[in-house]
């Protein structure tokens, strides 16, 4: 694969509730692109500013949650016309916001779980079990599973914490699956089984908690239906470069998009590089590619086919 790029930086910590893990994402990014022959510089974002070395020719984002994933941090390196990994700001806004993301799945006909937004105070506005989750977090923090009333009042509470109102999802029994992409590349199908089916925080970080199922052990056409879902979900959202797709695959064998991560995480326990080995592609390889795919709103990055 050709380099387009020579001295590049991984962005990683930053100001959000998800900077652990952002930290060791981006430590294994700036090792995965050390080792495929980068010159790399990780710089640890401490606020929402941003000050490039100089001669930095590109960035991979590796910041989770909020300024890296929602569009804050992609605007900045807009302005300094730097390329970036990851979709642009428009798209990684949408994808950030669950409620925005969802009206538009809604609107495009990607199906999604039904949901409403409420406040500190508000009844439960569907039948028990629901999920309640901040409109704009990541990595499952301040989501939770309400199977009883008595848990609805504590949930709700915890959830208001992030924002003023918190979504409430009608809660998809099923199997848990996701779908990462990397460039026109749609990768196999994982299916996560986490304790209790439930794939909270502690099941997503805890090594040994959850297993990993790759490739999902699917009917291949339903397998080809889970890609094309997450490939409509990528589209439709306007992503570029990379993300990852989860869904659930209901009893009665419906898939329900419930959201699109647009920085989704590269540590040793992440889905992406998962389903990458999978698909051949080492990690120091599947790295490179998603930084070769760096671009802007104005300087259009490659795609996987031209990166080949």
């Known amino acids: 694969m050709a380099r387009r790029f020579k001295r590049v930086a991984v962005l990683m910590g930053g100001p959000s509730s998800e900077r652990d893990v952002s930290l060791r994402s ?32 590109a960035v991979f984002i590796a910041l989770h949650g909020e300024f890296g994933e929602d569009g804050e941090v992609q605007s900045m390196l807009e302005a300094q016309d730097v390329p970036y990994t990851g979709s642009g700001p428009r798209a990684s806004w949408l994808s950030f916001n669950k409620q925005a993301s969802k009206k538009v799945l809604m609107r495009k006909g990607v199906p999604t779980p039904r949901f409403e937004l409420v406040r500190s105070g508000s009844p439960c506005p569907f039948p028990l079990p629901v999920v309640v989750k901040p409109p704009a977090q990541g990595s499952s923090i301040g989501v939770y599973r309400v199977r009883t009333p008595a848990e609805w009042g504590p949930a709700l509470a ?13 809660f998809i029994p099923g199997r848990e699956l996701t779908v990462g992409i990397v460039g026109d590349m749609v990768l196999p199908v994982i299916e996560i089984r986490a304790p209790d089916d439930w794939y909270d925080y502690t099941a997503k970080y805890t090594k040994g908690q959850t297993q ?14 889970c890609q094309q879902v997450a490939r409509a979900t990528f589209d439709a959202l306007g992503c570029r470069g990379v993300g990852r797709v989860d869904i659930r695959l209901s009893d009665t064998g419906e898939m ?24 051949g592609l080492s990690f120091p390889v599947l790295c490179a590619r998603i930084l070769e795919s760096a671009g802007t709103d104005r300087q259009p990055g490659l795609t996987g086919t031209e990166m080949a």
């Open 212 to 225: 990993y199922l790759v490739p999902a052990p699917l009917e291949p056409v339903l397998a080809r239906q």
């Open 158 to 170: 915890d959830g208001l914490r992030f924002a003023p109102e918190i979504m409430v999802e009608v």
């Open 256 to 279: 329900m998009v419930l959201e699109l991560n647009n920085v989704p995480g590269f540590t040793e326990t992440s889905l992406l590089p998962k389903a990458a080995r999978e698909a």
């Open 26 to 57: 981006g430590a294994a990014v700036t090792a995965g692109l050390t080792e495929a022959g980068y010159d790399t510089v990780a710089i640890d974002v401490k606020g929402r500013t941003l000050d490039l070395p100089s001669g930095i020719e």
